[in-house]
């Protein structure tokens, strides 16, 4: 237990905080389909993740695995939203009313990982005002309003590429730290904001290599 | 000559097939913008890899950036996906005709990295025969003969969660041997047959987590 505790309170590196949040979906995702336990293999599989690599990861923090059994998922959901400090309910802004906009807001792509989508934004005034899933699409005006208001760190893009940089620097203006975009353009902002892409092309070139050779 | 000969020559390691297929997005997307030089902070600004490193993957085969210009990004693309083997042209089958279906139809988040889409499938009647960018959708039935003739080893989920599934065991039995699933649902394969997923909510626990501690 003192163990535990120490470790998480311990800043992780990159890579294993990237991992611990693949786990956490992957963990996310058979808890739903009603499972109650997952072994290592098994995560291995679906995260593309080496098995002895996620019992190294998930014993450092005093998780073990029962040999024919795996790891308790609800157990290790907590574990790792503890770990990852990520155990609340976090507002998200949307920005794009358009047919990914519509797509992301009425999956529960983000819901199921505790990220609540606050508010849908589009500079197109014909959609603003229209309803996506239960939102009204609102003006980029209000935006920062509803930052402040709500609490925003996080902007998810779903705008054309065209649009990407001015939409990022309407969030930035807001205070929003973490954008996540699902255009591939490069997009500039401050060096105390992250920007995170959606990278469905990157991932094929790289399963591409693998399958090739 | 040599040495960089060798080098494209081995095999590359998971870490450094990813990270080069994320340089190749950004430098994908800078010569788009009309750039034609690119410093490694640069990179590392839109990849969250730190510039030692990709100074020091792009060394590992012979490409050195010069001081106060950076590399030329004509040069390194070629390089890059000749090391990938990924030069030609892959034909994709996309199997969703919904919003999201609709939207990655319509973008060039494929196209601008050789995947071209050689057609649309959806199981819903309605939908087949509607035009979607260029593509008239078809029916599933249809897809292990394009699969064959067109050589399409790649196909793109964009299905609600439980049809993922039944989705990819259909590109499987037709011969596809990776699939990227914007669904979070999780998928099962035969063993030869890879399966990436689009992450946006662990991408952004993973920065929160940066940004919260």
Chains 1, 2 share one sequence.
Do not use: C, W
């Not at 800043?11 to 949040?21: C, D, E, H, K, M």
């Not at 059994?69 to 609340?88: A, F, K, M, P």
């Amino acid at each position: 237990m003192a163990r535990e505790e120490s470790l998480s309170q311990e800043r992780l590196t990159v890579g294993v905080a990237a991992r611990l949040s693949r786990y956490l979906q992957v963990l996310t995702q058979a808890k739903k389909m009603g499972r109650d336990s997952i072994s290592s293999q098994e995560i291995g599989e679906y995260t593309n993740v080496n098995a002895t690599q996620i019992r190294r990861d998930l014993s450092g923090f005093g998780k073990f695995g029962k040999r024919g059994v795996g790891y308790n998922i609800d157990s290790l959901i907590g574990e790792i939203r503890g770990i990852l400090r990520t155990s609340g309910q976090h507002n998200i802004a949307l920005i794009g009313a358009g047919d990914l906009g519509r797509a992301i807001a009425s999956s529960t792509v983000f819901a199921d990982h505790g990220f609540h989508i606050a508010g849908v934004f589009d500079s197109d005034p014909r959609k603003v005002g229209t309803q996506i899933s239960s939102l009204s699409v609102q003006n980029p005006a209000t935006l920062a309003e509803m930052v402040r208001e709500k609490n925003i760190i996080v902007g998810v893009l779903a705008v054309p590429p065209a649009a990407a940089q001015p939409a990022a620097d309407a969030l930035v203006d807001a205070g929003v730290k973490i954008i996540f975009s699902y255009s591939d353009a490069l997009i500039d902002t401050p060096p105390d904001v992250t920007v995170h892409r959606s990278s469905p092309a990157a991932a094929l070139l790289y399963a591409l290599y693998f399958h090739l050779t």
